[in-house]
Nanobody, 114 residues
Framework: QVQLVESGGGLVRPGGSLRLSCAAS????????MGWYRQAPGKERELVAI???????TYVDSVKGRFTISRDNAKNTVWLQMNSLNPEDTAVYYC????????WGQGTQVTVSS
């Protein structure tokens, strides 16, 4: 089993920044993918950004140039730096871990509002 603990959500004004973090513990696979999905009210959960242990990254088009994903393999931790936030980024953000199967964090709320 893998446990994921997220932190860093909150309320921010348009144009502001937030940094999410997610730490994995338990049975850690040497090769895995970690990252973030989000789900806004009334919408399906969507991929935001993911990163492999080899640091290959994938971003949804809507966040390219604004969000940056990074990780520390030794600490089993992934971060999502979110800049130039806009109201369309408002959602519950879920940490994602994949190795053999998918694990999800409990979710952290990000609200962008003036």
């Amino acid at each position: 089993q893998v446990q994921l603990v997220e932190s860093g959500g909150g309320l921010v004004r348009p144009g502001g920044s937030l940094r999410l973090s997610c730490a994995a513990s338990g049975i850690i696979y040497s090769f895995n993918t970690m990252g973030w999905y989000r789900q806004a009210p009334g919408k399906e959960r969507e991929l935001v950004a993911i990163i492999t242990t080899g640091r290959s990254t994938t971003y949804v088009d809507s966040v390219k140039g604004r969000f940056t994903i990074s990780r520390d393999n030794a600490k089993n931790t992934v971060w999502l730096q979110m800049n130039s936030l806009n109201p369309e980024d408002t959602a519950v953000y879920y940490c994602y871990y994949f190795a053999a199967r998918t694990y999800w964090g409990q979710g952290t709320q990000v609200t962008v509002s003036s």
